[in-house]
């Protein structure tokens, strides 16, 4: 990935210089470089507050409350997980904070997850399926209050930042349901090739 970044700004500016807009390429980098530290400092505010309502969450037992509701769910989903292992809370909290756009905050807790689940994985050098239905549902991103998109909106000065609510809500739902579905279908038609061989041994 950083050689792909290097060879867009070696790029960039090769082609500034060639059609003679070097000195717009040099201004773009210097004002990209202002915005991007305004970017970063106004999410501080929204991340921090965020953060800390999960850690709120977490310690007065909401999450512990939150995995016991979607316990059916989870029961169903990740049937292959002990019911008490610690991957059910972990798993719980990191969708409460993709829920809430908290990427940031939801990729340790994500990590920490992956961690539990490959606790319970017989083969630990392949994903076992609940680490692939995880991951699934973590790519997909269900949102209820996209809460960093909403933060970025507002630095730049955005009118209605909240209109963006309901037809994100709407998109990855889809996206969620999607992606379960599918991961449904390849642990139920897809067989590892270890599997196949130890099968035909």
Request: hydrophobic share 50%.
């Amino acid at each position: 990935m950083n050689y792909i970044f290097y060879l867009l700004i070696v790029v960039s500016i090769i082609a500034g210089a060639i059609n003679g807009r070097l000195q717009e390429v040099v201004n773009a980098v210097l004002s990209g470089a202002e915005l991007s530290v305004k970017v970063a400092f106004s999410l501080i505010g929204i991340m921090a507050f965020w953060l800390g309502m999960m850690k709120i969450a977490q310690k007065c037992g909401i999450i512990d409350f939150i995995a016991k509701l979607i316990k059916p769910v989870t029961k169903r989903l990740f049937n292959e997980i002990p019911e008490d292992s610690p991957a059910i809370g972990d798993i719980a909290m990191s969708i409460s904070a993709n829920a809430f756009g908290l990427s940031n905050a939801a990729t340790p807790i994500g990590i920490k997850a992956m961690e539990e689940l490959q606790k319970h994985n017989k083969d630990k050098k392949s994903a076992s399926n609940a680490m692939c239905m995880f991951l699934a549902m973590n790519t997909a991103g269900f949102q209820l209050m996209p809460a960093t998109v909403i933060a970025i909106l507002i630095s730049i000065g955005y009118k209605n930042p909240t209109a963006i609510i309901a037809p994100t809500l709407l998109v990855t739902t889809i996206a969620f349901i999607s992606a379960i579905i599918m991961a449904k279908i390849f642990q139920k038609y897809w067989k590892p090739q270890t599997e196949k061989s130890g099968g035909e041994k």
